[in-house]
């Protein structure tokens, strides 16, 4: 069982994101405050969790939380501001979309920008040790994750509805093959280097 927060005595709230490492689409992420009697055995992070069981919490997640914000970063904004600091924009911006300014924000990872006088706490693999965290978790991925499969009709020849834009080798192939599109991050090296031996 995770942990409910930090301080049991601050309002606190968990963020997270997700699609750091893909090729395509935006870098999502997501702020929860849960209410102190929280409870729920299945909420872990969410990589470690079947699609069927994220979209059951997510809904369980919007129903009870005191509060929780969700944004995308796009592949543009990505492209000139990096992506380290569009995952902590999109961090920055969830948690402004909450109802309730947090006393204290726990972040999943090991970097993030100080918001105002709110303090906060960077933990590493935090979305398999605090339920915030974990809940941010599931909503970053559960909304980026529709995201992928909405633009997956535009161009299904990728197949993002499967591979959410991360660099498969299906993916690189069809890169390689199609060229890319305006939902591929052009600051990322999106194929590998090939090196040919001239003999």
Known sequence: MLDLKIHPDLVECGTDEAG????????TAAAVIL??????????????????????????IEEKAISFGVTHIYMD???????????????????????IVPQ???????RF????????????K?????????????LAKTYRDEFMKLIHEEYPMYN????????????????????????HRKSFKLLPEQYKLVL
């Open 20 to 27: 750091r490492g893909c090729l395509a689409g935006p870098v």
């Open 35 to 60: 209410p102190d009697n929280f409870k729920n055995t299945l909420l872990n992070d969410s990589k470690k969790l079947r699609e069927s069981d994220r979209d059951l919490l997510r809904l369980l």
């Open 77 to 99: 904004r990505i492209d000139t501001i990096n992506i380290l600091n569009a995952s902590i924009l999109a961090m920055q911006e969830s948690i402004e979309k909450l109802k």
């Open 104 to 110: 204290h924000i726990a972040v999943d990872g090991n």
């Open 113 to 124: 920008y100080k918001m105002k006088d709110i303090s906060h706490s960077c933990i590493i």
């Open 126 to 138: 935090g979305d398999g040790k605090f339920l915030h965290i974990a809940a941010a978790s599931i």
């Open 160 to 183: 993002w509805k499967k591979n959410k834009g991360y660099p498969t080798r299906e993916h690189r192939e069809a890169i390689k093959k199609y060229g890319i599109t305006k939902y």
